[in-house]
């Protein structure tokens, strides 16, 4: 699939994924360098991409991002986890370290929109690659910047991992059931966070460059992306320093709110108010709940949470499943099924709200990966080309910055960029390949 045949895959909600092409992306013509690997810097910088920024990948080389790297036994070809993240990229090898290739990426910054990178505090000033002198060579430029700890702080310098600052932030300690082990969440949260704060804050200060001409710097952290998530549990540590432990899937303001067991499966029930509690109790048969003295608040369905669990579950494992989700629905009561995550991504819903999408595979055929979680009036065009080998696009995005196809060879030539052989279709051989045949 060509670069103009992916710009004209329009993915429209409810539709298929070649819906036309009356939509133009909202970053269309934004480019954005990212030195940033593994996974926040990586996840925003797809974000980017699909809403339609051009994203060159700048990499170190022979290996270039570790998450090449991160595979399962049975993967072959590039890991699963480092294509989901990095499809509709391009990439470019630069040896930073060398004055040639650094001279390169300061020419390629000049006339760039956005620069990500997340390394530990101080190595891009060692590399003279700093926020200072970025903005000497362009005074436009968003640099936005994901670190452990944050840029400020007795913890500044340190390295950052998604389940060190997990467990630092106190995210770890409210996960789990009652009374057991505190548990990491079973997905990588802060670093997914940091990607998607990193790239409301670009947009923010693409903004305010649009306004006044000017970039800036962005920060956010590890750390950051963890702690946010505590807004409710902060409120009750700051007012009453209630010190929340692990509960489950119970929620720590409401009842009844939680993952309950039935006759052969799981259902998830939300009865966050009043109203929704009384159709819960009415749909279980037991319409006196409403006016236990047990239950007829929130705030005793909370003090009574495990007692109210203990006698929903009961009545929950006289049916099915499928037969109290009818109940539910036609009562208007939240209830979700618990799927894993098979079942989640293969639900229609999943297709119909566009989170699950086709893109192109390195072999040239088809492959689905997650897609953009923002629609733009009901549309969106996602970046669907395949992830990149390293240094695959070194000439092409080169080009793309105005050099010289004779400044390209000598970049080349003196080992400060690498251009690898680009993939071909499936079937057929490599450049490279066909040279030696």
């Not at 993240?85 to 391009?90: E, Q, S």
């Amino acid at each position: 699939m060509s670069d103009a045949d992916r710009a004209d895959q329009t993915n429209e909600a409810g539709q298929g994924d070649l819906a036309g092409a009356a939509f133009e992306q909202p970053l269309k013509g934004v480019k954005v360098l990212e030195l940033s690997q593994i996974m926040a810097g990586p996840t925003c910088g797809l974000m980017l991409a699909d809403m339609g920024a051009e994203v060159y990948k700048v990499e170190k080389f022979p290996g270039g991002d570790d998450a090449r790297n991160y595979r399962r036994e049975g993967d072959s070809g590039l890991p699963p986890s480092f294509m989901m993240l990095n499809r509709g990229k391009r990439s470019i090898g630069i040896n930073v370290k060398s004055e040639e290739g650094k001279a390169a990426l300061l020419r390629m910054v000049a006339q760039a929109d956005v620069l990500t990178e997340n390394f530990r505090l101080g190595v891009m000033e060692r590399l003279g690659l700093g926020y200072d002198v970025l903005r000497e060579v362009n005074p436009a430029l968003i640099y936005c910047s994901i670190t452990g700890y944050g840029r400020a702080g007795p913890l500044a310098k340190k390295g950052g991992f998604d389940l060190i600052l997990q467990a630092f932030s106190g995210l770890i300690s409210v996960t789990g059931e009652d009374g057991g082990e505190p548990v990491k969440p079973g997905v990588s949260i802060a670093d997914v966070n940091a990607g998607v704060l990193a790239a409301v804050g670009i947009l923010a200060a693409y903004i305010h460059r649009l306004r006044t001409g000017k970039g800036q710097r962005v920060d956010t952290s590890l750390l950051q992306a963890s702690m946010q998530q505590l807004y409710w549990y902060a409120a009750g540590y700051f007012s009453r320093g209630i010190v929340p432990k692990p509960s489950g899937t119970a929620h720590p303001l409401i009842a009844p709110y939680q993952v309950y067991r039935c006759q052969d499966g799981r259902v998830a029930i939300g009865g966050a108010n009043q109203a929704n509690w009384e159709r819960i109790a009415d749909i279980l048969g037991h319409p006196e709940w409403k006016d236990d003295a047990r239950f007829d608040t929130p705030d005793l369905r909370l003090a009574n949470r495990k007692t109210l669990a203990t006698l929903i579950e009961a009545v929950l494992a006289t049916d099915t499943l499928a037969s109290w989700l009818d109940r539910f629905d036609a009562a208007a009561i939240p209830a979700g099924p618990v799927q894993d995550v098979g079942q989640a991504l293969e639900h229609e819903q999943a297709r119909a709200v566009r989170m699950v999408v086709d893109v192109e595979a390195p072999d040239g055929g088809t492959a689905r990966a997650l897609g953009l979680p923002i629609l733009f009036n009901g549309k969106t065009r996602i970046a669907a080309g395949a992830p990149p080998r390293v240094g695959q696009d070194t000439a092409q995005i080169l080009r793309d910055f105005n050099f010289t196809d004779a400044e390209i060879e000598r970049l080349v030539a003196c080992g400060a960029v690498l251009q690898a052989p680009r993939p071909a279709p499936a079937g057929v051989p490599s450049v490279a390949e066909a040279e030696a045949i």
